[in-house]
């Protein structure tokens, strides 16, 4: 009889096999979660807030009444749009948005690069998304030292995820 070349394995446990691959998803996402070696990353600030998170509900367009309604003219608004300021002076190699909702309702999501010479880079864009219950939604920018944006900007929309909640952090890592 040949032996193989590799030990017999026995089945685990099913509680040492949940415990494994418990183990291993823990693993994974600090893994993912954490900036790559030798890089830091910083929270990046909201334009016209505090901080660098924001939790926002989508909702309905609002077309506000006054002279210019009269005039026919529509001025549509919404908060579907955030902006978070990059700060000038730094480089930075790459943006890390995360994302997150306990809502089960599917959202529009698009997130840009915004230039100063009014040019945007659409980093990601994925019309339904799903959340799923406590995994977030993590969205990676690179960026190159000679191409560095004033702004990140945060789209989210549908009209699925009207009346729903999301939050939603950026940090830049150099």
Sequence with gaps: MINPPF???????PLTKSLTLAIAGISLAVGLA???HGETCVPIPLVGGQG???TKTVAVPTIPAGPLGML???????NWNTDWAVPGGTVFKKFVMTV???ESNP???R?????SDQTATELFNQQGFVFKPNTPLEIVGNATPEDQPYQVNLFVNGLDSLGKTYTATLVGCR
């Design 7 to 13: 030990p017999r394995l026995t089945p685990m446990a």
């Design 34 to 36: 954490t900036p790559g």
């Design 52 to 54: 660098n998170t924001v």
């Design 72 to 78: 026919g003219i529509n001025i549509t608004r919404n």
């Design 100 to 102: 997150t909702s306990a």
């Design 107 to 109: 959202f529009d999501i």
């Design 111 to 115: 997130m840009f690069l915004k230039y």
